[in-house]
């Protein structure tokens, strides 16, 4: 069956786009029995998505579950395995001894080196001490690890190193405690659970510098877990021993147990899997939002440059800010108790302190330099030139404040919220983050895009308009250790790669030689054979000149972030389905699970 006949056996309408290879791009087309596995697929989503609405806020009426699995109690330190605290053997107690193993495990790590997650460490291992521990260890530089880091790392080994029986065997283990604890009945629907093991005890890293580093993440107990389940359900049990902090039956959110963690206070959840129908729903109506903004997006950047000149401060402060939460995709921030989380601030809680002015620099009129801690403690430094009336709004913002005094003091970001609710109904400060990183994508893609490039070429325009959109949003990550390794490694493959080239060039020269002497039809075979290898060495060649582009250009950008959760991924599906790329070549099977929707529903010619 071709491919154009096939296409009459798919699904009418958006849903029967989900298989495109088979009828968009003949490079791509799948095998009859898969191509109707995925239909099927596609048929049972949308019947899903078309079941009978809840009434307003309820997410559910029917939730059982087995409630978290959590992380297995310690286990001492074998016999042989010491800590010695100023050349001496010291035995810890338990308690002690589990948190010593939190740092011995990261001696290798740059974290250990640093003095906050040192003295945080020290102060929170301190706590976990018997009276008597505490009066010896004073000095976490006269403490010694080394034996316990040795055992961990050879442990590590031995586990890698492990026959093919053992590692199957514990493979069967993991999705034994998978099928108990991994899946709930929602409404009738087995669904995935996506994070149904607690978090283990551990040192806090953070990011950036964040100045909790190093303290104590206290083990999960069910005593502090609050479980939500329906009240026809059959109740998960606690473990032997224990009882939960609370049962609760709230069908108006979609969460199955929470707790609070001690570093930083934040709740934590356990949540549908990305792929379940709640999750979809809620990713779909998110991304629409922010398309229905497009609509509006010009008549209020003109109410908002309009308001750059108003009589009312409030107004105008509210405008500068909204200005550069559109323009520089700046995070509003949330308000926060004192002492609460690090000193991180977003666009309503900048302070004078974090906002330089320059009248003329490097050529530039009307400049503002940047420089703040965001979210995750990541620093934001950005020059921006920005309109005249904006540096003067700014200039009279700042006027006559202490360092420690805020830009923006007759704004918030509840009133700013409300202010955006009532331009457009759900419109938030992040709606535009949503909208300015999509946009963004969609422009970059069509820019830099083109039909005739190889699929490696297509994928190294699509990695650099996401992080066009990385930039945008201050996507940052530090350039992972391997990262020089790892360059030594694929440029010794381009350099043999570019050997073998050569010489692939030259056998062709020779039978080129041979083909006007001989004139046969063996020697012309010959040359086309030797062509052929030429044109596949130096596409292979390409292909990893591509690959060391893109890993040079991407050592210090994070592009999972944006991907995942600010791209409405409709953008890349059409994309590729427009450029014949395979979609597994963007989103790896988890991420087609979580955006199932999106390839359902997206075809070639889908716009943002």
């Not at 069956?1 to 296409?7: D, K, L, T, Y």
């Not at 002015?357 to 430094?381: A, M, T, W």
């Not at 200039?395 to 923006?408: C, R, S, T, Y």
């Not at 690959?547 to 944006?562: C, V």
Request: net charge positive; aromatic share 8%.
């Amino acid at each position: 069956m071709q491919g154009r006949s096939m296409a009459a056996t798919l699904p009418a309408g958006p849903w029967g786009t989900l298989l495109w290879p088979a009828v968009g791009c003949k490079r791509l087309r799948l095998p009859l029995a898969r191509l109707y596995a995925a239909c099927r697929r596609v048929a049972t989503l949308k019947a899903r998505w078309e079941e009978e609405k809840h009434e307003d806020g309820v997410k559910w009426h029917q939730l059982e579950h087995k409630g978290p699995y959590f992380a297995p109690p310690y286990r001492p330190l074998p016999d042989g395995v010491n800590f010695y605290y100023n050349g001496k053997h010291m035995k810890l107690s338990p308690a002690a001894e589990e948190v010593a193993t939190f740092y011995a495990k990261m001696l290798s790590h740059e974290y250990t080196t640093k003095k906050v997650f040192q003295n945080n460490f020290f102060n929170d291992w301190i706590k976990e001490m018997t009276p008597v521990e505490r009066k010896k260890i004073k000095d976490l530089g006269k403490c010694d690890f080394t034996e316990i880091h040795k055992y961990f790392v050879d442990k590590q080994e031995a586990q890698k190193a492990l026959p093919k029986e053992e590692k199957q065997k514990l493979k069967e283990e993991a999705e034994k405690i998978m099928e108990e604890y991994g899946y709930c009945i929602i409404d009738g629907h087995r669904e995935k659970i996506g994070n149904f093991k607690t978090e283990p005890p551990g040192l806090f890293r953070g990011r950036g510098d964040h100045p909790k580093m190093g303290m104590l993440k206290k083990r999960v107990l069910p005593e502090d877990v609050i479980i939500n389940c329906s009240k026809d359900s059959k109740i998960p049990q606690p473990p032997p021993g224990h009882t939960w902090k609370e049962v609760r039956c709230d069908n108006t959110v979609t969460w199955l147990a929470s707790w609070t963690e001690n570093i930083q206070g934040s709740i934590k959840y356990v949540m549908l899997n990305p792929s379940s129908k709640l999750k979809g729903e809620k990713d779909w109506q998110k991304y629409e939002v922010a398309r229905r903004l497009k609509g509006v997006v010009e008549k209020i950047r003109a109410q908002y440059r309009a308001d750059w000149k108003s009589k009312e401060m409030k107004k105008r402060q509210r405008s500068v800010a909204l200005y550069f939460i559109d323009r520089l995709a700046l995070r509003a921030g949330n308000e926060k108790e004192e002492g609460e989380t690090a000193d991180t601030v977003g666009c309503c809680s900048l302070r004078v302190e974090h906002v330089a002015l320059h009248p003329r620099l490097n050529g530039k009129e009307n400049v503002v330099e940047f420089d703040f801690l965001g979210k995750d403690c990541i620093r934001y430094y950005n020059k921006v030139p920005v309109e005249k009336q904006v540096f003067k709004n700014l200039q009279l913002f700042m006027e006559n404040k202490e360092p420690g005094d805020d830009v923006f003091d007759r704004l918030s970001t509840a009133s700013l919220n409300k202010h955006l609710q009532d331009l457009m109904e759900g419109l938030t400060a992040k709606v535009f983050r949503t909208y300015n990183a999509s946009i963004t994508l969609q422009e970059q893609l069509e820019a830099l895009t083109s039909e005739e490039d190889s699929v490696a070429a297509k994928l190294l325009s699509y990695n650099r308009a996401n992080r066009a959109v990385a930039i945008l949003c201050n996507h940052q990550r530090a350039t992972p250790k391997t990262f020089e390794k790892s360059m030594q490694t694929l440029q010794s493959k381009i350099d043999a790669k570019k050997k073998q080239v050569k010489e692939a060039k030259a056998q062709l020269k020779k039978a080129k030689a041979d083909r006007r002497c001989k004139k046969d039809v063996k020697s012309k075979a010959a040359v086309e054979k030797k062509k052929k290898m030429v044109e596949k060495m130096e596409e292979q060649l390409a292909k990893l000149q591509m690959q060391a582009t893109d890993k040079e250009e991407n050592k210090q950008i994070a592009l999972g972030t944006s991907k995942l959760n600010y791209l409405d991924p409709r953008i890349s599906v059409a994309w590729c389905k427009r450029f014949c790329v395979p979609i597994e070549k963007i989103y790896n099977k988890t991420q087609r699970e979580k955006f199932a929707w999106a390839i359902a529903m997206a075809d070639e010619d889908f716009e943002f």
